[in-house]
């Protein structure tokens, strides 16, 4: 079945540092979303990219699909304590729930 | 955030205990989930109700029974759970199936 890997699991780095995570599809992908979950929290949607080859960003936050539609990554420029926390991302292929990977939590020390 | 509200936000219950969680979506949404987190499986998707109808069964143990009366609540049935079932179950929604998802707050499971 459809399967969603996702690395690193873990990832501690300084404030101020920049962080990345890859997520890595074994089939190609009608769009792929990613969420973050603060310690304590529940996953909050960040974007949705649909497009082969696209680029969106947020702020310090880069998301790129690639041009297979398998794979993505979410960059964050110069990391702030207020970034912790674990980050998803989800794809699916047309007409099926999304699928979620194990997401990469992300630890910033000052 | 108000979208989907989740109940209780903790429970405790003993092995032999009956259960119910609720989760209600006031975003007129057509698609609801039940997830499973935990630490070594950060996110398990158990159920998935699509204009109330379930359409993803992901070989859930029958301990746990899912109802969609309506496009606005689902709740999730415990029964007779293992502390192994201790975790957090999340709620969510979407317009439809492969669209954008948003979670409760969830629900912390403690099974004794």
């Known amino acids: 079945g459809q399967q969603v890997m996702q690395i690193p699991q873990y990832q501690h780095v300084q404030e101020g540092e920049d962080f990345t995570t890859y997520c890595n599809s074994s089939t190609t992908l009608s769009n792929i979303q990613w969420y973050k979950q603060r310690p304590g929290g529940h996953p909050v949607f960040l974007i949705q990219?649909?497009?082969?080859?696209e680029v969106k960003k947020q702020k310090r936050l880069t998301f790129q699909f690639g041009e297979a539609k398998k794979n993505s990554s979410l960059h964050i420029t110069a990391t702030q304590t207020t970034d912790v926390g674990t980050y998803f991302c989800?794809?699916?292929?047309?007409?099926?729930?999304?699928?979620f990977g194990k997401g990469t939590t992300l630890s910033v020390s000052s | 955030e108000t979208g989907v509200t989740q109940t209780p936000r903790h429970l405790v219950m003993g092995m032999t205990n009956k259960k119910s969680l609720k989760c209600e979506q006031h975003?007129?949404?057509?698609?609801m989930y039940w997830y499973k987190q935990s630490a070594k499986k950060p996110l398990e998707l158990m159920f998935v109700?699509?204009?109330?109808?379930?359409?993803e069964n992901n070989s859930v143990p029958s301990r746990f029974s899912p109802e969609c009366p309506n496009s606005s609540h689902l709740f999730l049935h415990l029964h007779t759970l293992q502390p192994e079932d201790s975790a957090l179950y999340l709620c969510?929604?979407?317009?439809?199936?492969?669209?954008?998802?948003?979670f409760g707050p969830g629900t912390r499971l403690t099974v004794t």
């Open positions: 990219l649909v497009k082969s080859g």
């Open positions: 969510a929604s979407s317009q439809e199936m492969r669209f954008v998802q948003y």
């Open positions: 989800a794809g699916n292929q047309a007409g099926t729930a999304l699928i």
């Open positions: 109700y699509s204009l109330e109808e379930r359409v």
């Open positions: 975003l007129g949404h057509n698609a």
